[in-house]
């Protein structure tokens, strides 16, 4: 039987091929600030968006009005059933119009049969999408719900349209696998070990064989892979490492392209005469590294083989901020986002670091208008953070945090914050101290829990720039931030620069403002050197000094923060 992607032709539309260096035949869409833009952009609709989400999405998203340049050649690229690598800048829309797309997509009666010719069943197809963090899998839920209420001339349950699995919700795993069953949702969004969960307790929940498009949000954290320059000794620990103890996304991946699949990509007549339609594979991240692209096209065997039938889009789009400010990624250097950072020294005193320049644009107001990333399995660490309770509080002797760091954040969130600011920690850092101590400041703070609809998910959201009566402060770590969309975010703040921190990790996170043409500022906060002791050894901490090393690399000048010397 002829492979699922085969029989796909590639629309006018999909964009001209360029010359890729790891393979000839590939479909290469590059850099979008090589491209130049002389027509009117097209609609949703002209790149393949159903009319119904079309039109749900003009009631439910009215600022999305004309696709961005990533959407206009991914969206082609996906629903044509191609495999697509998207790497594009942070907030360009990539999981926003992953999910327009997958919602256009028509379903698909999948079909499984044991040996050749001999039926062996057949059902909807299913997308699934997995996502690093049930924050992400939550928030796209919440599009889709948005989307469905308009989408819906049937009043039928959104359960038949989209399903989450994710843990800490309340649903049991029990309850996960009869929703399956019950609905066979058109997309299953979920979290690597919930997800695993269903796999291993009833596959006939979620068939694998009846999955027609697996979409990895934020592929590079929840694929372990190698750092590039890695040395002969530690690929051999790496590939001993793979195979006792694969992350749960490398499992699912390997249970949905069987190993059959892996070895003798899209033969026909497979030798053992199963012939199931292959699974289209979707990857994407903003900080997908070429060499872990190459190992995802040669060695995964997730990615088909047949190289014409593969979009890879890469790229920044920054170029084309000047002419279009609806396209995303103001982080670095659009001149929307304001860096600034400050130094908290022993005595109490802070200072702006060392080279801060003055603002050369008005400072926001009110009134204005990888390997690098720690293991994200733990999906405990994301129970509902909102409560504290006096015991959690009362076993610590007092605040892990520095006080005077938390103050000026304080300041700055009073003094600037219209509406919401995010304050991102330290992979490990204790976030209820965070939020305990930022409330005795008078802050109101949260913790990142999407479930909390009061106070966080309401954020999801643009609400306008209207001030709030009490503007809100979330506080969450590296990780979790990942892909997440808060479109009234003003201000990230960045509490001290720990090993996680990585030019890639600081743009990410930075990337949280700067979203679609609005502008922001990304204020950390750090102490000056200090030294500490592991067992005998007496280490130094300069956070200063890696802090300016990351503006180096990224060539960002610090702003001078006027409240502080
Ligand atoms: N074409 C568009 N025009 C205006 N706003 C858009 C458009 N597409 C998406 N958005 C808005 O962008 C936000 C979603 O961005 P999304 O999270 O998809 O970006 P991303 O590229 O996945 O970012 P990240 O790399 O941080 O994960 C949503 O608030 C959505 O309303």
Redesign the pocket.
Request: charged share 20%; net charge positive; hydrophobic share 30%.
């Given at each position: 039987m002829a492979s699922f992607s085969r029989s796909l032709t590639c629309p006018p539309f999909v964009l001209p091929l360029a010359k890729h260096s790891l393979r000839p035949s590939l479909r290469h869409i590059g850099h979008a600030s090589q491209s130049v833009v002389t027509e009117a952009p097209p609609s949703f609709e002209s790149l393949g968006i159903s009319k119904p989400v079309a039109k749900a999405l003009q009631s439910t998203?009215p600022?999305?009005?004309?696709?961005?340049k990533?959407?206009r050649k991914f969206i082609p690229a996906v629903l044509s059933g191609f495999d697509v690598l998207l790497q594009?800048?942070?907030?360009?829309?990539?999981?926003?119009?992953?999910?327009l797309a997958l919602l256009s997509k028509p379903r698909q009666k999948m079909e499984f049969r044991r040996r050749k010719h001999l039926k062996g069943g057949s059902r909807p197809s299913t997308v699934l999408v997995i996502t690093p963090h049930r924050e992400l899998a939550l928030?796209c839920m919440h599009?889709i719900q948005s989307l469905h209420g308009a989408i819906n001339t049937t009043n039928s349950d959104v359960s038949t349209l989209a399903q989450l699995v994710v843990r800490g919700t309340g649903s049991s795993l029990k309850d996960h696998i009869s929703q399956l069953h019950e609905h066979q949702p058109r997309l299953v969004i979920g979290t690597p070990n919930a997800l695993l969960d269903v796999f291993q307790e009833d596959p006939s929940a979620l068939p694998t064989w009846a999955i027609s498009t697996v979409v990895v949000?934020?592929v590079d954290t929840v694929i372990e892979h190698l750092p590039p320059n890695a040395r002969k000794y530690d690929i051999l620990k790496f590939e001993r490492m793979l195979k006792k103890h694969p992350t749960p996304t490398r499992q699912i991946l390997n249970l949905i392209y069987p190993k059959y699949i892996r070895e003798v990509q899209d033969t026909s007549d497979r030798e053992d005469g199963s012939s199931e339609q292959r699974t289209q594979f979707i990857a994407?991240?903003?900080t997908l590294r070429s060499q872990f692209k190459f190992t995802l096209m040669r060695k995964s065997g997730w990615v088909t083989r047949r190289w014409k039938d593969v979009v890879d889009i890469s790229g920044s789009s920054r170029a084309d901020f000047a002419s279009l400010r609806?396209e995303?990624a103001g982080t670095i250097d659009s001149g929307l986002v304001q860096h600034s950072a400050l130094v908290v020294s022993p005595d109490g005193t802070i200072k702006n670091i060392d080279g801060s320049k003055v603002a050369v644009v008005p400072a926001l107001g009110p009134d204005e208008g990888q390997t690098d990333v720690p293991s994200i399995e733990d999906e405990l660490s994301l129970l509902p953070m909102e409560e504290i309770s006096e015991a959690d509080v009362d076993d610590a002797e007092s605040s892990p945090f520095n006080q005077e760091a938390l103050e000026a954040i304080a300041t700055i969130f009073a003094l600037e914050v219209p509406q919401v600011a995010l304050l991102v920690l330290p992979a490990t850092a204790p976030v209820k101290w965070a939020i305990h101590d930022l409330r005795k400041l008078g802050i109101n703070a949260h913790g990142l829990n999407i479930l909390d609809e009061e106070n966080v998910r309401t954020h999801?959201?643009?609400k306008g720039d209207k001030p709030a009566d009490n503007p809100t402060m979330i506080v969450s770590t590296t990780v979790f931030t990942?892909?997440?969309?808060l479109?009234d975010l003003s201000h990230v703040f960045r509490l001290g620069v720990w090993d996680d921190m990585t030019p890639r990790t600081y743009v990410?996170i930075a990337?949280?403002v700067g979203?679609?043409g609005k502008e922001g500022k990304v204020v950390t906060v750090v102490e000056s050197p200090y030294t500490f002791r592991e067992g005998k050894k007496v280490h130094v901490r300069d956070e200063p000094s890696r802090l300016a090393q990351i503006y180096k690399k990224l060539k960002i000048s610090p702003v001078k923060l006027e409240y502080f010397g």
């Open positions: 998203f600022n999305v009005q004309i696709p961005t990533s959407q594009n800048d942070t907030g360009t829309g990539k999981t926003f119009g992953l999910i928030q599009w949000d934020e994407t991240s903003a609806v995303s999801l959201l643009r990942r892909g997440l969309d479109p990410h990337g949280r979203r679609f």
